[in-house]
């Protein structure tokens, strides 16, 4: 690992959340991973920090100059960190304004607006926070959707565009469009739920592939994964439309997805669930693509500790003998691994590499893009060295999530 607040010049920083090795993200530890670049000297450096009295890291976003870096989660609590040296600067708990109704109702995804303010979600509506005032946001406006997740912001500006969960009882099929402008939100209503989504660089059009989940007894906190067949949405945001969508049938390796990269010619995102990478062209929008980071046999038998701990969290979480049917389908889904794939993915600023944080390996996989031949791998510490009570027989992932890649600062 790298020396904390390390000043040696690298070319770009590739900063994962971490959440833990568990299946959902939701419930366990909360940190940064930062993996510090710089390609032309073969210089990888890794670097993790854990943030104590926090729970479910999930998502990291930086500000728009990257001197503050925002670590969503699922406990209800804004956490701040510096870019630079992975610091703690500052943590407000969100329940001074309103109690989650759900056990994953919290804020998992902010949007900054320049340096110094940011939106993000709390209850039925969009909050604006001022860095330097953070005990007395502005609620801007109703978000409208059921409980939303990943928020971007449109290239011109004006848009607010976010993904909408599953809740108790309702499949949400609907991705929600707040303006800026006029304080007021649109629905479009879709045929399955999209929790994450990508902008295009330059046109207010965004990208949502689909994360389709099954509850058990109606419940969403401890979903399966669904067998159904999956789809990427193209929207135009300004009309609330979709112009175009891809169909991917369930036995193509299209499940759950997290992060959303988008270029003018194409989208590439995570399916985690199935272990591959998406890529789709944007020119005819019809065919998928897959690159497949599944281990081989001898890897996963190197995991054996993850694939154990992966095994025993869905034995406790399927209600069994009933829901059999519903371990098969997840087993056929994830192609017969036992690891799970990667969750965070950033190209670099140069264009040069696709860097995709592999969850169930513990390391990030480099690609050089266009192509995206393998690169290198960059190994990770295990979670073990931060939490000695774990054991060093214990599940050595540290949870790779949501990630974003930016300039080094």
């Not at 104590?52 to 890291?57: E, L, N, S």
């Not at 946001?137 to 848009?159: F, M, N």
Request: proline share 6%; hydrophobic share 40%; charged share 20%.
């Amino acid at each position: 690992m790298g020396p904390r607040g390390t000043t040696t010049s690298m070319s770009f920083d590739f900063f994962i959340a971490l959440d833990d090795h568990g299946l959902n993200g939701f419930e366990g530890f909360a940190g940064i991973a930062r993996l510090r670049c710089d390609p032309d000297r073969d210089r990888w450096e890794p670097e993790v920090k854990f943030f104590d009295g926090v729970a479910g890291g999930h998502a990291v976003q930086l500000s728009p100059g990257g001197t503050v870096g925002f670590l969503g989660n699922l406990s209800q609590q804004l956490v701040f960190f510096d870019p630079r040296t992975l610091e703690e600067r500052t943590l407000l708990s969100t329940l001074r304004f309103r109690a989650p109704r759900l056990f994953y109702e919290s804020q998992t995804h902010v949007v900054w607006l320049d340096e110094a303010h940011f939106v993000t979600a709390i209850g039925p509506e969009l909050w604006k926070f001022a860095l330097a005032d953070l005990e007395h946001p502005e609620p801007i406006g109703a978000h409208g959707v059921t409980l939303p997740h990943a928020i971007k912001r449109s290239p011109s500006g004006r848009y607010l565009v976010y993904g909408a969960m599953d809740v108790d009882h309702q499949y949400a099929n609907q991705v929600g469009v707040f303006d800026l402008t006029t304080g007021t939100s649109r629905l479009i209503s879709l045929p399955a739920t999209a929790w994450h989504l990508g902008m295009h660089p330059t046109r207010d059009v965004c990208y949502a592939p689909t994360q389709r989940c099954i509850p058990q007894d109606g419940d969403f906190t401890e979903y399966a994964i669904a067998h159904f067949k999956n789809y990427l949405f193209e929207i135009d945001v300004a009309s609330a439309s979709v112009t175009r969508h891809l169909a991917i049938p369930k036995d193509m390796p299209g499940a759950l997805t997290s992060d959303v990269v988008v270029t003018e010619d194409e989208v590439i995102y995570n399916c985690c669930a199935s272990g591959v990478l998406a890529r789709v062209q944007l020119a005819d929008f019809q065919h998928g693509h897959w690159i497949d980071e599944r281990p081989s046999a001898g890897r996963q038998l190197g995991a054996w500790r993850a694939g154990v701990a992966n095994l025993v969290e869905v034995l406790a979480r399927v209600n069994l003998p009933s829901a059999t049917h519903w371990l098969v389908k997840a087993v056929r889904i994830a192609g017969g691994s036992a690891i799970d794939g990667s969750y965070g993915l950033g190209l670099s600023p140069d264009r040069r590499f696709l860097l995709s944080a592999h969850r169930g390996l513990n390391e990030v996989i480099v690609y050089r893009y266009p192509d995206l031949a393998v690169h290198t791998r960059v190994p990770f510490p295990a979670i073990s060295t931060f939490y000695a009570h774990l054991g060093r027989f214990s599940d050595p992932r540290l949870g790779f999530h949501h990630a974003t890649i930016r300039e080094s600062v």
